[in-house]
């Protein structure tokens, strides 16, 4: 897409969110929050649209960095810089399939698995089930569901440079989902950034640490070369896995309330 291009869609995707917004007096290299009513979960709408408009995966450590209508602009002409022909980036070139996997968690059957665009109701009851703090830690914003759009952004990936596995148990005679962890692979570079959330009820159980382990496999078996994710700076309990996992910790100077998580593969 030329620049224009871009720009207009851009201008689509905030205009869908926020419909009473004049985009003849936006100011492009001013933050939009200070400019329109956005709140937290528009702010996510957002992000979410500028993916299904441009195609564009979004890590998210990235999105402080779209403030402005120029920086998302330049943020998304950055993105599909690659040329044509380029060979695509480490680790985006997938096996036929991912495996199925179980195990015995706290006398409980799991089966961990690839995610698939069904399972949309299982991450939408999921992300509902989790606790007001587990929901923060995960999404860095007060909610209490995701939108559509979101949850499609979740369940519908392509296992290849967006890699989704969840866990699975009984309760009552049907699955439900008590864990998932993802991946998205870094356009510019051969690295990849993760996402885990577990059920409150089964946090410090070992669970956490097979789906990161398994993923940790997978974008290792494809030739990712690193992984990293930031992780809030009073998430005790998650800094410490981290370090158990092997990631280096480092406070960002520009967001003293998160921190860099990253270990080679």
């Known amino acids: 897409m030329q620049l224009e291009e871009i720009r207009d869609a851009v201008a689509a995707t905030i205009k869908s969110i926020a419909p009473e917004t004049d985009m003849q007096q936006l100011r492009p290299d001013l933050p939009l929050r200070d400019q329109i009513d ?12 500028l993916h299904d408009k441009l195609s564009l995966e979004i890590p998210e450590s990235d999105y402080g960095t779209l403030s402005t209508l120029d920086s998302m602009v330049a943020y998304a002409a950055s993105r599909q810089a690659r040329l044509p022909g380029e060979p695509p980036p480490a680790g985006a070139v997938a096996p036929a399939t991912l495996a199925c996997t179980s195990h015995r968690v706290k006398g409980t059957l799991v089966t ?24 923060y830690n995960r999404f860095m914003l007060t909610l209490r569901e995701l939108s559509q759009a979101k949850l499609k952004y979740l369940t519908d990936v392509d296992q290849v440079r967006h890699v989704a596995l969840l866990a699975t148990a009984d309760s009552g005679g049907r699955q439900v989902e008590v864990g998932v962890v993802r991946y998205i692979l870094d356009p510019a570079g051969p690295g990849c950034e993760f996402a885990i959330a577990v059920d409150d009820d089964w946090q410090g159980t070992g669970l956490a640490g097979i789906l990161m382990h398994a993923l940790m496999d997978i974008a290792r ?26 990631f280096r910790l480092k406070r960002d100077p520009d967001d003293l309330d998160t921190v860099h998580a990253s270990r080679s593969l």
């Open 38 to 49: 956005l709140d937290s979960m528009d702010w996510l709408n957002v992000i979410v649209g």
């Open 112 to 135: 961990v698995r690839p995610m698939r665009a069904e399972d949309m109701p299982l991450e939408a009851d999921f992300v509902r089930h989790l606790s007001s703090d587990t929901r």
């Open 221 to 246: 078996a494809r030739g990712v070369a690193t992984m990293e994710g930031t992780v809030l700076s009073t998430n005790s309990r998650m800094l410490k896995f981290m370090r158990q996992l092997g």
